[in-house]
């Protein structure tokens, strides 16, 4: 069967989804979605793609259903709610969930589309658009054999690296959930690191340069700090995504009532740039929660 | 003027001291060294080094005086204590004080040392012992013009990267002190993500192998997490050094009541890991605070 006969179905168009959907259109691939963005649709079809009305139009047409919505919520009113897709794909298909959600929601997730004769593959992302465009994502995955054998030329077309960390739900999700402890940590002990450098008048440029040349450099720090020096919190991921993320690492720690400290103070550190009015900016704007500095002014270009 | 006309001294032949010392002999230079451990000195003899009975003694002899002691406390005392380096060394001498202290703490230091016509170069290290002694470590440096004249052939001998971060005294520094506020919290966030993955049945290496390829990477999570897969909690730098440095970090910083509130964080989970027993342990054991969990056991070799 070559590509062009199979039809595969695109949830969300956002930045991440319409690069999936991109990368599917380009390998060939009968590529149908939807979006309630209506011009996020047109585009998609000016591109060459089909677009849909709901996920049940969606969902009847697709043997492969890719869901990349926001969050859990989302995630089961496109499958389950009014016209949802799940109601309407015939048995054998496929569901790759890639919204990071709490890992008891995933294996619940596979229960559910099991008693309708469907797959699912916990699938969450991690590269961002420009990655996603490209089809060169990461996808950490896991899931029964019958899932990844129904979707194994998807996944080639739309990721570089697919981790398969087992064949039980939520082993993918638990570790996106642990990634997200360590990147939203990172982000806010950039921030603090600095802060610390501003307010004792360290070059922060020079602080730049040596830090990211020494055992104190993460991948994050190196990422975002540019951005301080910059000061430009144009949102590439936003303030908000990690008040939802690491609300997410602290909420599936309670449930077994784990203590993560470091987790927990970093939230708390989202949660204040939000409310004071920088949600919606770069997730390096937390730095402005820190009292007593003055952060770099915008560069003109 | 060769190398080998020139006396450097070296005060403190532990990991990294030993290292500068043997780069010094290897280059040529006349070094002189002391330590209070007669076997570090006797063993440096043996490599061609010529042993000081005391500070004063190596600093009547030197030009150029490194001081690679723990912390302040060790650094006044070689200096100006009984028998003190500072109290014997000619006027146009130069030390470089390597050992990470309080930025404010080397602004007086170089006052004190100009009193008597010498020079201060702050030099804290960064690297480790094994690069120490390739003379490969890296230098976070800062002083007037005065002293990098007086030691430009001995930095060129026992660092790969020498920062030069200004004329002022305590901006080299600020540079390690920030550097290793970074260094702590990302070595305790690395043993946080390894704990949750525990807690939530993640195949360790599987998980360290995805991490160290995404977003939420460090340095310290890639080097410090396999000690915690091999179960290897031999010191390589221990819990209690960040028990000090994360100390010195705060202390920094509440001079000017600024608040660093990871950094508090993870201070606290290095002093419980210390008071629990584990402080002379390798700083990954900073993971056997988290209660509910069983770390993986030591692999035989």
């Not at 209506?38 to 000016?46: D, G, N, S, V, Y």
């Amino acid at each position: 069967m070559t590509n062009s006969t199979r039809s595969v179905g695109v949830i969300g168009l956002g930045a991440m989804g319409m690069g999936v959907a991109r990368s599917l259109l380009r390998a060939g691939f009968a590529t149908h979605a939807c979006d309630v963005r209506a011009e996020a649709l047109e585009q998609f079809k000016t591109e060459g793609g089909v677009p849909c009305a709901d996920p049940a139009a969606l969902g009847s047409a697709c043997e492969v259903v890719i869901v990349v919505v926001v969050n859990a919520e989302q995630t089961d009113a496109v499958l389950f709610g009014d016209q949802g897709a799940a109601t309407a794909m015939r048995p054998g298909g496929v569901v790759l969930a890639c919204a990071t959600v709490r890992p008891d929601y995933v294996t619940r997730l596979g229960q559910r589309l099991a008693e309708r004769g469907l797959h699912l593959l916990d699938a969450p992302m991690s590269g961002g658009a420009a990655k996603a465009a490209e089809g060169t994502m990461t996808l950490m995955t896991s899931g029964p054999a019958a899932a990844y054998a129904a979707c194994e030329e998807v996944l080639a077309v739309i990721a570089d690296k697919v981790y398969r960390l087992g064949d039980r739900h939520g082993q993918g999700t638990k570790v996106k959930i642990i990634n997200q402890l360590l990147a939203g940590v990172h982000i806010a002990a950039a921030a603090e690191a600095m802060a610390l450098g501003l307010r004792e008048s360290v070059n922060p440029d020079a602080l730049y340069e040596v830090i990211t040349h020494s055992a104190g450099n993460s991948w994050m720090f190196e990422n975002r700090v540019p951005h301080i020096l910059r000061g430009d919190y144009t949102p590439l991921s936003a303030v908000d995504i990690f008040v939802k993320d690491l609300g997410l690492v602290l909420d599936t720690a309670r449930a077994t009532k784990f203590p993560l400290p470091l987790s927990a103070t970093a939230h708390q550190m989202f949660m204040a740039a939000s409310t004071a009015g920088h949600g919606r900016e770069d997730d390096s704007a937390v730095i402005k929660t820190f009292p007593g500095i003055t952060v770099p002014a915008p560069k003109s270009a």
